[in-house]
């Protein structure tokens, strides 16, 4: 990969993508088996690709950081430090791990 990458691991809450990219069920439309036939191409650039489906509860993170990038025109990147608003998303994803979020 052009930054260094070699392995990657993708955890979602979609059961239906998930068992296109395991083969469990096919697809049907053309235009999606366009976007899986990509995204398959991609994995595979990586040395490991890991991909796991996880209950709705542990991807709340990912989630409000997919609505707020849904919002954008164009893609945010950054170099070193994240947005406050992704930073108070993922603080509060790793402290609730360890407490009850109701408790900060």
């Known amino acids: 990969m052009n930054q260094g990458v070699e392995?990657?691991?993708?955890?979602?809450?979609?059961?239906i993508v998930f068992e296109v990219l395991h083969y469990k069920i096919e697809v049907i439309s053309p235009g999606i088996e366009k976007i899986i036939s990509r995204c398959l191409n991609f994995l595979e650039a990586f040395r490991h690709a890991k991909i796991t489906q996880v209950p709705v509860p542990r991807n709340m993170a990912a989630n409000k950081m997919a609505s707020i990038g849904s919002g954008e025109r164009e893609a945010i990147y950054w170099s070193n430090t994240p947005p406050p608003?992704?930073?108070?998303?993922?603080?509060?994803?790793?402290?609730?791990?360890?407490?009850?979020?109701?408790?900060?």
Do not use: P
Request: negative net charge.
């Open 85 to 104: 608003e992704i930073s108070e998303i993922v603080v509060a994803d790793v402290i609730g791990r360890w407490v009850s979020v109701s408790e900060v």
């Open 7 to 15: 392995y990657l691991e993708i955890e979602g809450d979609c059961g």
